[in-house]
């Protein structure tokens, strides 16, 4: 029987904006890990410069710096350019064109009913002022999704509504311009396990970000670790070590769970807690261990690729260039499809 997992082409990737976090850890670098060792995989990863501009065309140097920080973040949680693709989104110009063929496809109220969009129209605080950029950029999204033909995108869980403005537009244009053939590829979802797709932040928010400052990222110091998990929202009626405490909504043990899922000790930790006599203290500095042993390896990895920044931007030179052939053949085909390549 033929095996479908061996044929599954995967595209992901991050806004550079900052380095990496936790939250992207957990939400998405890990799978992508673990994907691109699977047989007969296919895995691109973008840094999605173009997509930061949207809402930081003010600061282009605050996005260009972050492209080599990112690729760093990548490398050093395992992401070998020899088994995925990594490159820049700026450098494919077949994106931008598929973006505009995409646009015709989507209705304005569409997007605007887009959750994940109107949740970060919220969240920036753009009022009345929306980049038409950053209003529009799930339809760039599809334009990076189907221009490599990705069959799966890990993502974490608040991005499922992008994926699903991504399949809608692979339906339309299909059934417009297909004439009975899939042109493009319909993509699925990977999402993180079940609970880990979104990390809060430390500050007890539903959502871990650089915009909020409420992260601890993968080039943290294990000092500047600490100073953030000591700083952690807990239980605020646990003022005592004796009073009882809560553990749901409790930030330490919510990253306990995540990061030492299945250790016995946690458990024993979460009832001592509950009944009263186990202080915040303790339980913090068991969490300081357990990312010490996550992020020490990752840190110590990053240092040492930091060390020669030219080789990184020439990995990413390669990729790129890889990833404009791939991309240039699909946009091939698009044109193919609508009619618009007269010269051929």
Do not use: W
Not at 160 to 188: A, C, W
Not at 306 to 331: C, F, I, Q
């Amino acid at each position: 029987m033929e095996n479908k997992e061996a044929k599954e082409i995967i595209l992901t990737g991050d806004r550079p904006t900052g380095p990496l976090h936790l939250g992207h850890y957990v939400g998405s670098l890990k799978n992508r890990v673990l994907l691109q060792d699977k047989p007969g995989h296919t895995s691109y990863i973008m840094i999605a410069d173009q997509q930061a501009l949207t809402d930081n065309a003010d600061n282009p140097k605050k996005v260009v710096e972050n492209v080599i920080e990112v690729a760093l973040d990548y490398m050093a949680c395992g992401l070998d350019p020899k088994k995925s693709t990594i490159f820049i989104q700026s450098q494919i110009p077949a994106l931008p064109e598929l973006t505009v063929y995409y646009l015709n496809l989507v209705t304005v109220n569409r997007l605007k009913r887009n959750p994940t969009v109107k949740a970060e129209i919220q969240q920036k605080a753009f009022g009345q002022s929306i980049p038409t950029g950053f209003f529009v950029y799930p339809i760039s999204q599809a334009a990076d999704i189907t221009a490599f033909k990705a069959s799966l995108v890990p993502v974490g869980d608040d991005q499922r509504p992008m994926l699903e403005q991504t399949r809608e537009i692979v339906h339309s244009f299909n059934q417009i311009y297909g004439k009975g053939k899939d042109i493009l590829t319909m993509p699925d979802i990977l999402l993180a396990k079940e609970g880990q797709g979104r990390i809060p932040g430390i500050d007890g928010n539903a959502k871990m970000s650089k915009s909020l400052g409420n992260a601890i990222y993968l080039k943290d110091s294990m000092d500047v670790v600490k100073k953030k998990v000591m700083s952690m929202y807990t239980d605020p009626n646990h003022i005592r070590v004796e009073d009882p405490g809560q553990i749901e909504g409790n930030m330490v043990f919510t990253y306990l769970d995540i990061f030492a899922e299945g250790d016995p000790l946690v458990a024993e930790m979460k009832e001592h807690y509950q009944r009263g006599g186990l202080g915040d203290v303790k339980v913090k500095r068991y969490l300081i261990d357990i990312l010490d042993s996550v992020l020490t390896p990752i840190r110590e990895k990053r240092l040492a690729l930091a060390k020669d920044p030219a080789a990184v931007l020439e990995m990413l030179k390669v990729g790129s260039e890889r990833a404009r052939k791939t991309a240039d053949a699909t946009l091939q085909e698009v044109r193919q499809a609508i009619g618009v390549n007269y010269f051929g």
